[in-house]
């Protein structure tokens, strides 16, 4: 049988923030059109009782929110995109 390709997802020159751990989203501090430097935080996120600051791991302008207060994420759901 042949192998099936599946074709890469274009690149719009936009990035993925990913949640590093399950948790709860408490706090969005960057808005579409924020710009963000490096280690900027962008969102907190609430796991096992502790809230985490998620930082922004380059220096770029926030294109979407993908996430909103109070949502459940789960380890490597997408937050946040930027260029």
């Known amino acids: 049988a ?3 390709q599946v074709a890469p997802a274009p690149n719009d020159g936009a990035n993925t923030i990913k949640a590093p751990m399950p948790g709860i989203i408490l706090d969005i501090k960057a808005a579409p059109g924020t710009s ?3 280690g900027d935080v962008v969102l907190i996120l609430e796991a096992m009782k502790m ?6 791991p380059v220096d ?3 294109s979407q929110v993908l996430v909103t207060k109070g949502s459940s994420v789960a380890t490597g ?3 946040i995109t930027y260029q």
């Open 36 to 38: 963000v430097k490096r």
């Open 2 to 4: 042949p192998v099936q």
């Open 77 to 79: 759901d997408s937050l």
């Open 60 to 62: 770029g302008v926030v």
């Open 51 to 56: 809230e985490n600051e998620i930082t922004a």
